[in-house]
């Protein structure tokens, strides 16, 4: 479990991170969502040891924070930027990372192969990291932050730049850790990702967490009203509509109630509120802006 | 820990050629070439002739034996006279001499006509000429020495001589008579010396020289290599410091450095694996240049116990220069630059490129300012200055102290940048 409280970060007069408190559960996968500069990297900095926060406190599985070398060993960190060696092979560099955390003998043999496989990398084993493409980096990336097989991951944006088959293969690789009830932490600025991967996602924007919740409530709460165009059989209504567009909180209600009138429905159209409205709402601008 | 990133930032050294050229080629090239320049060791001084006898006599035997025993100043040769000329006109060989038929005979200085030694040479190796011929006069001067220092063979010369020139037609009488007048009263002195050779009145003797055995104390350098091989260990330990300060820098600009961070290791135990890889690429360039140095061009090792304190003092100084170095920019090519910037300076101040031995008095004093110096000092203290231990301990002292201090700052405003 981590505990976050009060957490602030300034650099210089700019407060990257501004009273941010959370709570992520055992096994949960949470999504920290927000454009860049919402705070996100420095948030998870701070989390992972890397960075020192101004205030607030930090709880990693009831054991304090990252700079208690016994946390570090449970820690899994991915940072947003490629952090490999171009002059190692893949094998070298999980091997290394592997070290670092007091692995050897068969137990580091075991995982760097399992490493080579997760980043379906074990052909290009033995090849020096500058040759490979961007995609192949990225899931190298990510392979050497998983090597030690850790209990809470920290994913700053692992899908930034990829191809779309990497991409895939880096959505199964933490689907494949949620299955092994790793608690995680991953930031993006994609909302398919949040909705794709994540329990509960929270909002940042400029330095602040603006909400933390399900897909499902943040958009029931924070989402606003859904669009619905229902387009009829026959005329209907006074005017002989044959399409009619409103705007709802309770979509498939009022759909019901026009069945319910025994008018011939000929299709019904629900846009739904999404991480992109919520997102406007709470901020007054979208994720790209 | 320590050892794995040290192994790991000697695999990236190894790998990155261009690095591997600064700290290893670089240096071997400056070391060779100005040693090659500023004329080598004494065995590439030698002069190579060709001596051609046509004499075979046992006189003309005895001198190219001489000639041959001055191995430091002459590498003698056997061919024949037309290969000897060949290879002088292609500069193979500086010269040949020619001993001529009759030369044992004819050599003595009483002898009525006299056999010319032949030299061949470019008239504009004026230098080499004049050399070769100080050279053959006392090889033949010996032959002299020698048979005035052997009464019986000096007795049978003079007889031999006397025969010759009262056969020889060529003298007006008036000269021969006072010639073998002079034979007669030479041939009676001689007589007058007891024959027994090794006695102490045998014969006329040279004057006696006692050669006083004294241990060599290796205070001047024996070849111009063994001061560019100290030099050259500069420049490649110059290579190996700025290599490893843009490495500090580049973990840095390449986030490896944050993995590094978040890893269950101690600040210090990063920077010790840096430090440790540092220490051995520093070492280990030494003692691949002072290998080389003593296998190839015969530099001297004149103590390799202090040899190796002066490796391990120079090495522990300039890790510390490389810590402090890689904390003077944030990113590669300021750290590159501003590296090789004070390096040079301290190289040129400090004898890298201008040989301490050489610099003017003010200089040298300026120099102390420099860690170069204390390097070259040490390093030339266990190769030929013949500096004891308690010698050795000002510079080896000097740079251990100076690489503690500069590691201190160093890893003190490393880890002040941390955010």
Redesign the interface.
Known sequence: MIKVSNLRKA?GPIQAVDEVSFEVAKGETFGLLGPNGAGKTTTIGIL?????ADSGTVEIEGAGD?RS??I??L?G?V?Q????????TAE?NLK??G????MGGSELRDRVAAGLDLSGLTDRAHD?VATFSGGMKRRLNLA??LVHRPSVIFLDEPTVGVDPQSRNHIFETIEQLKDHKCTIIYTTHYMEEASRLCDRIGIMDKGHLLAVDTLDSLVDKCGGESTVKIEFAKPFGAHGELVKSFKSRSPFEEVAQFASLGTELKAVHVERADLETVFLNLTGRTLRD | ?IL??AQ?DL??LW??KAAMFWTLGFPILIAVLFGSIFGGSSAAAKIKIAVIDQDQSPKSERLVERLRQKTDALDVSTVTLEDAKNQVRKGVLVAYLVIPSGYGEHSNPFAASQSKLVLGIDPKRSAEQGYLKGILTEAVFQELQEMFSHPTQFRTEIAQQRKLIEADPSFAKPEKQKLLKFMEQAEAFVQSIPSTQGSRNGGLRPPAIEVQPLGETASSPKSAFEITFPQAIIWGLLGVVTTFAITIVKERT???L?????????PASMLAGKAAACFAACAGVMVALLALGAIVFHVRISHVTLLGLAVASSAICFVGIMMLLSVLGRTENAVAGSSWGVLVFCSMIGGGMVPLMAMPAWMQQVSAVSPVKWAILALEGAIWRGFSFVEMLPPCSVLIVLGIVCFAVGAKLFQAR??
């Not at chain 1, 070290?99 to 007091?102: D, I, N, T």
């Not at chain 2, 993995?259 to 290791?265: G, S, T």
């Open positions: 650099f992972v040891g890397a960075q020192t990252a070398r016994q570090r060993k820690i960190f940072p930027s490629l952090a490999i060696y171009d002059e190692l070298e290394f990372f070290l670092l955390y007091g020096r050497c932050g | 820990m794995a990133i790991k695999k990236l790998r990155d390449q986030g490896t944050l993995r590094l961070r978040v890893a269950p290791i101690t941390k955010d």
